[in-house]
């Protein structure tokens, strides 16, 4: 049986299929629905952990174990992930380890294109690189035949565009996979310096062997057609250039990229006229061969930024344009992205914004559009968790240099038990005077509403402990802490009026569900959800722009009429008829 399935969809299935028992990741776009789908078997425990780290080491337990076990992140998500990272390759396995890491060319939801390739190269994983939705869940299941034979963990490296394309999978049945047997092994489980060093050395032997596998294995293979032209190409720039040349050129088409196959390279290139290296982001594989003296031509005509398609592809080699469809770009109306209409974040953002004596961190998550305007609220976004230690950061320079200056940092719910509760614990240590908000919409947003360890769910959909921020955050040293409702403006400042006073480390902490949350019958009854909407008076509108300051998109201005509400958009926070003047906001009906 075939089913059309998105990439990750694939490798969730293809974890099943390997017979994975084991599976951990923090959510991040390209690869939140890897986990989302495998938690729809229930041969496997899987579980959303609170970073990346945690989740790299979770699935490590479980190969250490002897269950086959998957670990899954975005691009970024790896560099968390990075500490434990570098010491796997050398501990090895006992059951199977994947490793995927979903890399964001194009930044459609990150804050950098870091192409992981580098990191199976310098971590000394093995790295399958798939083209395709049939690739990725294959290649899955390969990943644990090399990581069981090699007693290696593998890199699956997938990019936007595969997680969330369709193509074509051939569904298999599972293979159930015993749990290999535990043995204690202090010399292959304890990294210690003396161990690490026979580790090390143990590893390098494996990855020449790899090397060898990787001349050989089926999936790294030249397609020969006219000689003139060869390609060397992976993931899935091998189906854009295919697209492109169709079977005019030669193609030595990679899917297991580290070790490099360096002999089977080397034999294609001595078979063609001119070499192209097509593949996006840096020269990975360019490098690789130029080390090896081939010429090749790569970087040089093919874009390093931004993801690939084929009309980039035959425009660099070509040098002309390929037909396409026109479009009128002047009807093609530019939408700046900005939080749904009722964000709980909204209110808290309008009122800080109109704080013109204050400097404000912000981090990752939906609440980064707090920096784009009308708002303009937020004035740093680097990392999870940077918000509060960098907020720290600017707060001491500040105060070292004998200035005043108060300084607040924004961080959402599951941000802060992803990387920000250590940061607040630097600035309690460290007697730091920073104000942290913590922007509580009860459900991790911006990746999709996935549970944390706030919401009171686990991915497998058993209900468990929510943790109290409040008393987390009690528990960590702060002595002030303020809860208050987002929506009601009045709260916010005063909450800001207060922390501004407070010469020492102060929370706040903003409670209301994302406006798009499926309320649970608790929500429904603690907060008021089922709000009227609200409808501007044309009669009193004085047309003074005020309320478009919030930037909610269900506002609009008729110069003739005045603001006018979307009734299909908006949720009745009410945010908005408290910041107009004139009172002519109001309920629908009232
Ligand atoms: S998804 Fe929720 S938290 Fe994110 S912008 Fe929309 S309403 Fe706000
Ligand atoms: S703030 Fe009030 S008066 Fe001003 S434009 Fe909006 S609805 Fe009209
Ligand atoms: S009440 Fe106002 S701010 Fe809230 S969703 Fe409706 S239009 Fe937007």
């Known amino acids: 049986m075939k089913k059309l399935l998105t990439g990750n969809e694939a490798v969730a299935r293809g974890a099943y299929e390997a017979g994975v028992t084991l599976a951990s990741a923090y959510p991040g776009t390209p690869s939140t629905e890897i986990l989302e789908n495998i938690a ?9 952990t609170p970073n990346e780290k945690v989740a790299l080491e979770v699935a490590l337990g479980g190969a250490i174990a002897g269950a086959r076990s998957i670990a899954a992140m975005k691009h970024v998500g790896v560099n968390v992930a ?29 804050q950098n294109e870091q192409d992981n390739r580098y990191y199976a190269k310098s971590a000394k994983f093995p790295m399958l690189e798939p083209s395709n939705s049939e690739e990725a869940k294959d290649f899955t299941k390969l990943a644990y035949e090399i990581s069981e034979e090699y007693d290696v963990p593998v890199l699956l490296r997938l990019t936007t565009r595969i997680c969330h394309s369709k193509g074509l999978v051939a569904f298999e049945d599972r293979k159930e996979v015993e749990m290999k047997k535990y043995e204690k092994n202090i010399k292959k489980y304890v990294a210690s310096p003396a161990n690490g060093r026979v580790m090390h050395v143990e590893l390098e032997k494996k990855l020449k062997r790899l090397e060898e596998y990787s001349n050989k294995i089926s999936i790294n293979k030249a397609e020969y057609n006219d000689t003139k032209i060869g390609v060397i190409t992976s993931g899935v720039a091998y189906e854009y250039s295919k697209e492109v040349f169709g079977d005019d050129v030669s193609f030595l088409k990679l899917g297991f990229t580290f070790p490099v196959p360096k002999d089977l390279i080397k034999e294609f290139a001595s078979k063609v006229d001119k070499l192209y290296v097509i593949e996006e982001l840096e020269p990975y594989l360019e490098s690789e061969i130029k080390a090896m003296k081939i010429d090749v031509i790569g970087k040089d005509i093919i874009p390093i930024t931004g993801e ?57 998550g939906c609440y980064t559009l707090g920096s784009a305007p009308p708002l303009n609220a937020i004035e740093t976004c680097i990392c999870m968790g940077a918000s509060i230690s960098s907020a720290h950061g600017i707060a001491k320079a500040y105060k070292q240099n004998n200035r005043q200056q108060k300084v607040f940092s924004v961080i959402g719910d599951s941000t802060f038990f992803h990387s920000g509760m250590t940061g607040l614990l ?22 999709g509403h996935q549970e944390n360890p706030g919401t009171g769910y686990t991915l497998m959909g058993e209900q468990t402990e929510a943790v109290d921020l409040g008393k987390l955050v009690n528990a960590i040293g702060i002595k002030h802490v303020d809860i208050i409702n987002p929506l009601d403006l009045e709260q916010c400042k005063n909450a800001i009026d207060k922390a501004m006073k407070i010469n020492e480390p102060s929370v706040i902490i903003t409670k209301w569900p994302c406006a798009l949350k499926k309320y649970t019958n608790a929500e ?3 907060y008021e959800l089922d709000r009227q909407k609200c409808v501007v008076d044309s009669e009193v509108c004085k047309k003074c722009k005020m309320c478009l300051k919030v930037g909610c998109p269900a506002i609009s201005f008729n110069e003739e009429t005045g603001a006018v509400i979307d009734q299909a958009m908006c949720v009745g926070c009410d945010v908005c008829s408290q910041v107009c003047p004139f009172d002519a906001i109001k309920k629908v009906g009232e």
């Open 82 to 110: 990075a500490d434990p990272l570098f010491t796997v390759a050398y501990t090895g396995v006992n059951g199977g380890l994947v490793l995927v890491s979903a890399d964001d060319p194009g930044m459609h939801s990150s």
């Open 40 to 48: 729809n078997y229930k041969e496997i425990y899987s579980e959303w």
């Open 426 to 447: 630097d600035i309690v240590y460290n007697k730091g005077n920073v104000t942290t908000v913590i922007l509580d919409n009860r459900i991790t947003g911006m990746t």
């Open 308 to 364: 690939l398609n084929p009309d980039i592809i035959a425009e660099a080699v070509f040098g002309q344009k390929r037909a396409s469809v026109e479009k009128n770009e002047e009807k093609i109306i530019a939408r700046p992205p900005t939080m749904c209409a009722g964000c709980p974040h909204r209110g808290f953002f309008y009122e800080l914004s109109k704080r013109k004596d204050l400097i404000v961190t912000g981090d990752i």
């Open 524 to 526: 429904k009854e603690e």
